[in-house]
């Protein structure tokens, strides 16, 4: 049998320069409109090794999923794995306190069946107006992390997601949500926002290509979770700006003249939000995580940092990219009138971002001309220069992994039928 | 300026983030042991047959399915070679209910781990008598017998058609070579069924990657199947290819978007109707109301050039399979019969054999047409697929991204060759479109996951000739 304290007495023996043992005991429970109900008990672990080598040091993360396995062995494909990895040579900082946030929904950790737990999960989903077929998905869980020289954290968590096919007349939407608390599904305003769309579905016509002014709504702003905002995660990923492969560096202008508009952006990662989808004490490598700013004003501000990328920055770890906080912008949300042909985006079928460049593809799935509804056409974007140059609205939408702005309005885009 | 080796890798599909991080940089760690399949293999059912009899004894009509699996990914790219192995084992136990089912999941794979699950299932204790019918045959082992596979054998096979590859460019920026191979072995225990099977499938793929401009240009080829190691190995001109689609030199002008007659190579057809059949033509599908009235058995929806079967029981196909995870034996199920729709995907798989059951295709089989060679006068030849197409069931839109646009006038090349471009439209019209199929075709396997739980599936297709709107995917 695998055993944490096992696998961290036999690193301990060993010579490694630092370790994490992460051990997720889980239950997951799905049930569906279709009939199944099912519940899932499983243990995964992840075993980080830093080895330190004459030539600098070496890294292994080791990832599995059985109760069965021999922790001697585990460990010695590990430490092998990590000398045969070889890197420029880093030294560990020393461990930061847990981030203190909270991650369980007292209405999911209780102590019924998990099964039970997402049928009642499964039944907040409104039924009125529409033929709605759902699967709710309840995961909770215990994290157990052992590190070098006796440290030990562990917390509990809960998360809910919902799956719904929300069928009016002849057409059908498909949508979700995810949260670590059952009330924060909103279900109904989903369901209310679904209907709504697809009595516009019933009456879209085509659309129609050229120049327009872009509003992007909450449903097709955060299409898949974080959405257009993406785009600036990708940008604060370390290892990919040591490459220089990002778009933009630090400490200057995340497109030129991005801080010199009336309200420049700022974008931050919160990992320490209360029941964020991406909150955590610690992250998957045991650094604490931290909140920090990803563009601030308008400049490029910060990086999501493992402990490797920050030593070799002399900085301190944050636990990576997380839950992101669009900061507000003043936008009532009406359109000036002399603003010209103005395009409402209500839903996506697809979002493609590139994740060097920014550029995006964003396939409509309902859209509003003026006042006529419309479905198809794509819009492509640089979203970094669009969403740095947007205008935000100043009401609040927080949906999984974002909390900001409802709406943007983006003032040049161009339709292609 | 370099490409992250996993992301290049990663972003073409060719192997999950967890096996590069294994794969890359390792050099050969020991390999896990698992016990003899043959040793354990009658345990096991003895194990899932008092499954199922406990539950029996509750009064309930059961399903056991478990699986061993162990997965070997052994990859060799310009800065070395190294093998990765991971484990994964599980039970499902179903169980009838009046209105559906209920499952209960273990990753213990022992006494101990599955009778917790069946006490989980069962609200009174007994044992009844339950029929298995007779005692399955042993499954059958791939040849060579995997247990002599050393990692190093893996590796040499990997090395071996790196060295086939003689002519170097220097505007070669990275190569890589890989085998991934996973090896379940799998029992399904249910009234009247006692049944086992092995399912080896492999993945062997080579990647280019050359500098056009300002842009990679990443080329690919791969096999996949379920046999021995050494059942498919690359030719000549399947290494050549490689090389020389991505040393080739893309046409710096703008792409003529509009209306063309297209040549669809198997590797686009595959993604198309690997995407059209996961998002129209399953059971799950037919539930929204766009697609059980657009895709209503007898409907007319494809060209009459166009016949499509799901067919598990093609001797070595990537996604075949002897029984689904639901238990069922494998057969041919029909699915577009000369344009018609004849019938939905509705068989039980896994991800991963253990994750919630869903209707998905095995093998996909695509009709071959009757001519050698298609009657394509003025057009483009597209080739390469860089990431899923898309269709959308509500409204029937698809987005197929497409690597290489070449062109064709007069019924010849002209050289010119567009990277990044897209089919878009309606799936109807296009499919419509069809007029001819080659009698060659080729086979793609796909290997995706979901919740770190892999998917395994074949499309085997022809050339298509048809026409469609083309245009360029980058930004002007």
């Known amino acids: ?417 | 300026m370099s490409w992250n080796r996993r992301e290049v890798l990663g972003g073409l599909g060719v192997a999950s983030a967890q096996a590069l991080l294994w794969a890359f940089g390792c050099s050969h760690p020991a390999r896990p042991v698992r016990h003899a399949l043959g040793e354990v293999s009658s345990e096991i059912r003895a194990l899932l047959h008092e499954a199922v009899e406990t539950l029996a004894g509750a009064g309930l009509t059961a399903h056991a399915l478990a699986v061993s699996r162990l997965r070997s990914t052994a990859a060799i790219d310009v800065l070395g070679g190294g093998v990765a192995h991971a484990r994964c084992d599980g039970v499902v136990l179903t169980v009838q209910q009046p209105k559906g089912t209920r499952e209960q999941v273990t990753s213990a794979l022992s006494r101990d781990g599955v009778m917790a699950a069946v006490r989980a299932l069962a609200t009174r204790s007994g044992t009844g008598r339950v029929d298995f019918g007779p005692a399955p045959r042993p499954a059958r082992a791939p040849s060579p017998d995997p247990d002599t596979i050393t990692d190093q054998a893996l590796l040499d096979s990997v090395a071996d058609i790196a060295r086939r590859d003689t002519v170097q460019s220097s505007r070669i920026v990275y190569a890589a070579g890989m085998i991934d191979i996973d090896d379940s072995m799998l029992w399904s225990v249910a009234a009247n069924r006692d049944l086992e099977q092995r399912l080896y499938r492999v993945r062997r793929s080579l990647t280019r990657v050359a500098w056009n401009g300002t842009r990679p240009i990443v080329s690919e080829v791969s096999r996949a199947w379920t046999g021995g190691i050494n059942d498919q190995l690359f030719d000549d001109a399947e290494i050549a290819y490689a090389r020389e689609v991505a040393l080739a030199l893309m046409t710096p002008t703008a792409f003529p978007d509009g209306e063309h007659a297209l040549v669809l190579a198997p590797n686009v057809v595959a993604g198309v109707i690997d995407a059209a059949v996961r998002s129209l033509l399953t059971t799950t599908a037919a539930l929204r109301p766009e697609v059980a009235q657009r895709l209503a058995v007898g409907a007319t929806v494809a060209s009459p050039v166009l016949t499509l079967v799901d067919d598990p029981t093609t001797a070595g196909a990537y996604g075949g399979f002897e029984f689904d995870d639901a238990g069922q034996l494998a057969s041919t199920m029909p699915l577009l019969d000369k344009g018609h729709v004849v019938g939905r995907v509705a068989r039980g798989r896994r991800p991963g054999h253990v994750g919630p059951i869903e209707p998905a295709s095995s093998h996909l089989r695509l009709a071959p047409g009757t001519v050698k060679e298609l009657p394509l006068d003025d057009g483009f030849w597209l080739e390469g697929t860089s990431q899923n197409a898309i269709v959308d069931p509500a409204s029937d839109r698809v987005v197929i991204a497409v690597q290489r646009a070449l062109e064709i006038k007069h019924g010849k090349r002209t050289g010119r060759v567009f990277a990044d471009v897209e089919v878009v439209g309606d799936l109807g019209p296009l499919l419509a479109s069809i007029t001819h199929a080659t009698t060659e075709t080729q086979t793609v396997g796909i290997r995706d996951e979901v919740d770190g739980l892999p998917r395994w599936r074949s499309i085997e297709a022809p050339f298509l000739l048809g026409k469609g709107l083309v245009r360029s995917r980058r930004p002007r």
Not at chain 1, 132 to 144: D, K, N, P, Q, Y
Not at chain 1, 206 to 224: I, K, N, Q, W, Y
């Open chain 1, 1 to 417: 049998m695998i055993d944490r304290r096992s696998i961290a007495g036999r690193l301990e023996t060993r010579r490694v320069a630092d370790y994490v043992v992460i051990q997720r005991d889980q239950e997951l429970g799905v049930v569906d409109d279709l009939g199944m109900r099912r519940a899932e008990h499983r243990t995964r672990w992840q075993i980080t090794v830093h080895v330190d080598m004459p030539a600098g040091r070496g890294s292994a993360q080791v990832t599995l999923d059985a109760l069965d396995g021999d922790p001697e062995k585990i460990v010695e494909e590990a430490v092998a794995l990590a000398e045969h990895s070889v890197g420029p040579a880093w030294a560990t900082v020393p461990a930061a306190a847990p981030a203190r946030v909270e991650l369980t929904d007292p209405a999911l950790a209780t102590q019924e069946s998990i099964d039970v737990v997402a049928d009642g999960v499964l039944k907040t989903l409104p039924r009125g107006g529409a033929t709605i077929s759902g699967r709710a998905t309840v995961l909770r869980e215990h994290v157990m992390v052992s590190a070098r020289q006796g440290f030990h954290a562990e917390w509990q968590a809960t998360h809910a997601r919902v799956d719904a096919v929300v069928a009016l007349g002849a057409n059908s939407l498909a949508i979700w949500r995810e949260a670590r608390r059952r009330d924060g599904l909103d279900l109904d305003a989903a369901i209310t926002d679904a209907l709504a769309d697809l009595k516009l579905l019933a009456v879209a016509g085509r659309p129609v290509a050229g120049p327009c002014a872009l509003v992007l709504g909450p449903d097709a702003l955060l299409h898949d979770g974080l959405g257009v905002w993406a785009a600036f995660a990708t940008q604060a990923d370390a290892v990919v700006a040591r490459q220089g492969l990002t778009r933009y560096h630090e400490h200057v202008p995340v497109v030129p003249g991005a801080d010199q508009i009336v309200e420049p952006l700022s974008i931050s990662s919160n990992g320490a939000l209360p029941f964020g989808v991406r909150s955590a004490p610690l992250g998957d490598d045991g650094a604490a995580v931290r909140k920090f700013a990803l563009v601030d004003h308008g400049i490029a501000a910060g990086l999501g940092l493992s402990p490797r990328e920050a030593a070799l920055r002399h900085r301190d770890p944050n636990g990576g990219v997380r839950n992101l906080v669009v900061e507000l912008g003043s936008w009532s949300g009406k359109v000036d009138a002399t603003a010209g042909r103005v395009v409402e985006l209500r839903r996506l079928r697809a979002l493609e971002i590139d994740p060097y460049t920014g550029d995006a593809s964003l396939e409509i799935a309902l859209g509003i001309d003026g006042t006529k509804p419309f479905a198809g056409g794509t819009i492509r974007l640089d979203l970094i220069e669009a969403l740095a140059r947007a205008r935000r609205a100043q009401t609040r939408v927080r949906r999984g992994p974002y909390d900001g702005p409802s709406t943007v309005l983006l003032e040049r885009a161009e339709l292609i039928a």
